[in-house]
């Protein structure tokens, strides 16, 4: 049972602590008193240091979208740590990927490699500004888009620094963020096309790109509507500016991608996680017009985009063999899987009284402390409440308890090494950790 004093990953955390700042080298993986660490995986299962073994919801945070020990990938690696880890030279591996992502993603005719979302995120801003000649960003309202300064103006703000509705603020996110950087970042209402638009009019002089994860996982995967996304779309192309998807996370809501499903294109696309199969990658793909930016072989340098580890051939072979694996079949499995367990979720919910959602869409599911959805950021601080994060450590404690991992803001996604009888596992544990929770 999680606390337990006498754990090892109890022990583990405090040796830890004595070299690690946070006891980890990320950030609210488990809440505490201690972080829970990891053995082995199998399938969907993780077994931690103390033999506990949790169904795996969170499949490190979506890139696991085969679960542990998919021998497609396994075998990849293998034979590819055989032949080399890395080189100067390009390898055949690298186009094979960039062949499966510009089939797959409707709007990618040409792709360059990153080595995680965040670096796919940065380059794609760098690209946007040297295409553009313009230096603002503009992003919605508490969108993620990994782990550098810009991006994280306004990402998680409070009623305290949001500011105005129609024209929110750019707070920083932590300490550090120079003001100057704060300034380059237009915050705009997510879904609001109205607030959207009037505030990009304002800004559109200045702007480079408009970057919008469309389905964000920090909404509980409130997709941005059709008439948004389209007011985005139309409002770019009259004005010169680059827009941006960020994929990282949503790429996984279909075989074409989220701008497949959702049916708008962006300029470029920011891709990660899942095209790793597990190793660490990024990419930033797009149209041939906004890709010529990379091109330095067509004339001199326009903009400096390498890596000593961009485009490694082991994370190659192991995109490969994960997105071979992802046929449409098995996407389609995948969402069928998605829509039994929030389901599944929402009937326990109801039956305990529990004024709760299992929000979602395809493989990605998002437990939340209100019933009716919420389609922006307001709404979804608003309705998660004060007691959010309290309530959230017991609902997370719970479902540790029934041997179910699921992320510390309720996230779960899901991998295809999942059956439907683990789907009805999961369901028979989480009613009980429901039940635990609504006493
Ligand atoms: N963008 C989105 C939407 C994400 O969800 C993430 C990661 O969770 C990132 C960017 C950053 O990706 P990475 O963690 O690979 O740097």
């Given at each position: 049972m999680f606390p337990d004093s006498q754990s090892r990953s109890a022990a583990l955390f405090d040796r830890a602590r004595a070299v690690q700042p946070g006891a980890n080298t990320r950030h609210m993986i488990t809440f505490a008193p201690y972080v829970i660490y990891?053995?082995?995986?199998?399938?969907?299962?993780?077994?931690?240091?103390?033999?506990?073994?949790?169904?795996?919801?969170?499949?490190?945070?979506?890139?696991?979208?085969?679960?542990?020990?998919?021998?497609?990938?396994?075998?990849?690696?293998?034979a590819q740590a055989e032949r080399m880890l890395c080189c100067i030279l390009p390898t055949e591996a690298e186009i094979a990927l960039?062949?499966?992502?510009?089939?797959?993603?409707?709007?990618?005719?040409?792709?360059?490699?990153?080595?995680?979302?965040?670096?796919?995120?940065?380059?794609?801003v760098k690209a946007a500004r040297a295409i553009t000649g313009?230096?603002?960003?503009?992003?919605?309202?508490?969108?993620?888009h990994g782990q550098f300064d810009l991006v994280e103006a306004s990402f998680l703000p409070t009623p305290a620094n949001w500011g105005p509705e129609d024209r929110p603020a750019a707070p920083p996110l932590g300490h550090g963020t120079p003001q100057?950087?704060?300034?380059?970042?237009?915050?705009?209402?997510?879904?609001?096309?109205?607030?959207?638009?009037?505030?990009?009019?304002?800004?559109?002089?200045?702007?480079?790109?408009?970057i919008i994860d469309p389905i964000p996982a920090r909404l509980g995967f409130a997709p941005a509507s059709q008439a948004y996304l389209t007011a985005l779309r139309r409002f770019c192309t009259e004005n010169g500016i680059v827009l941006i998807f960020?994929?990282?996370?949503?790429?996984?809501?279909?075989?074409?991608?989220?701008?497949?499903?959702?049916?708008?294109?962006?300029?470029?696309?920011?891709?990660?996680?899942?095209?790793?199969?597990?190793?660490?990658?990024?990419?930033?793909?797009?149209?041939?017009?906004?890709?010529?930016?990379f091109d330095n072989l067509a004339g001199p340098l326009k903009m400096s985009h390498s890596g000593t580890f961009t485009g490694n051939p082991m994370s190659m072979?192991?995109?490969?063999?994960?997105?071979?694996?992802?046929?449409?079949?098995?996407?389609?499995?995948?969402?069928?899987?998605?829509?039994?367990?929030?389901?599944?979720?929402m009937e326990r919910m109801a039956a305990f009284g529990l004024?709760?959602?299992?929000n979602g869409l395809a493989s990605m599911t998002s437990l939340q402390f209100f019933s009716e959805p919420a389609d922006n950021?307001?709404?979804?601080?608003?309705?998660?409440?004060?007691?959010?994060?309290?309530?959230?450590?017991?609902?997370?404690?719970?479902?540790?308890?029934e041997g179910l991992l699921m992320a510390t803001r309720g996230l779960m996604v899901g991998s295809t090494a999942m059956t439907d009888a683990d789907i009805d596992e999961t369901l028979a544990r989480a009613e009980i950790a429901l039940q635990a929770f609504a006493q």
């Amino acid at each position: 049972m999680f606390p337990d004093s006498q754990s090892r990953s109890a022990a583990l955390f405090d040796r830890a602590r004595a070299v690690q700042p946070g006891a980890n080298t990320r950030h609210m993986i488990t809440f505490a008193p201690y972080v829970i660490y990891a053995e082995r995986g199998n399938g969907c299962r993780v077994t931690d240091v103390d033999g506990n073994v949790y169904i795996d919801w969170v499949n490190n945070f979506s890139t696991n979208i085969h679960g542990y020990g998919y021998p497609p990938i396994v075998e990849a690696i293998k034979a590819q740590a055989e032949r080399m880890l890395c080189c100067i030279l390009p390898t055949e591996a690298e186009i094979a990927l960039s062949e499966i992502i510009v089939e797959r993603w409707p709007g990618i005719d040409q792709v360059r490699f990153t080595n995680s979302g965040t670096e796919a995120v940065m380059v794609a801003v760098k690209a946007a500004r040297a295409i553009t000649g313009r230096s603002k960003i503009a992003k919605t309202e508490g969108g993620y888009h990994g782990q550098f300064d810009l991006v994280e103006a306004s990402f998680l703000p409070t009623p305290a620094n949001w500011g105005p509705e129609d024209r929110p603020a750019a707070p920083p996110l932590g300490h550090g963020t120079p003001q100057s950087l704060l300034d380059e970042a237009v915050i705009v209402p997510f879904n609001a096309v109205d607030a959207t638009l009037a505030r990009l009019e304002e800004e559109k002089d200045a702007l480079a790109a408009v970057i919008i994860d469309p389905i964000p996982a920090r909404l509980g995967f409130a997709p941005a509507s059709q008439a948004y996304l389209t007011a985005l779309r139309r409002f770019c192309t009259e004005n010169g500016i680059v827009l941006i998807f960020d994929e990282v996370f949503c790429g996984r809501a279909g075989y074409h991608g989220a701008q497949g499903r959702l049916g708008v294109l962006p300029d470029l696309t920011a891709l990660g996680k899942i095209i790793g199969g597990g190793l660490p990658i990024g990419a930033v793909g797009g149209t041939k017009e906004a890709m010529a930016i990379f091109d330095n072989l067509a004339g001199p340098l326009k903009m400096s985009h390498s890596g000593t580890f961009t485009g490694n051939p082991m994370s190659m072979v192991a995109g490969i063999a994960a997105m071979r694996g992802l046929t449409p079949e098995v996407f389609a499995r995948l969402e069928a899987q998605g829509e039994s367990l929030r389901r599944g979720l929402m009937e326990r919910m109801a039956a305990f009284g529990l004024d709760m959602r299992a929000n979602g869409l395809a493989s990605m599911t998002s437990l939340q402390f209100f019933s009716e959805p919420a389609d922006n950021y307001r709404e979804f601080h608003n309705r998660s409440g004060d007691a959010y994060l309290d309530r959230m450590r017991r609902l997370h404690r719970d479902m540790l308890n029934e041997g179910l991992l699921m992320a510390t803001r309720g996230l779960m996604v899901g991998s295809t090494a999942m059956t439907d009888a683990d789907i009805d596992e999961t369901l028979a544990r989480a009613e009980i950790a429901l039940q635990a929770f609504a006493q």
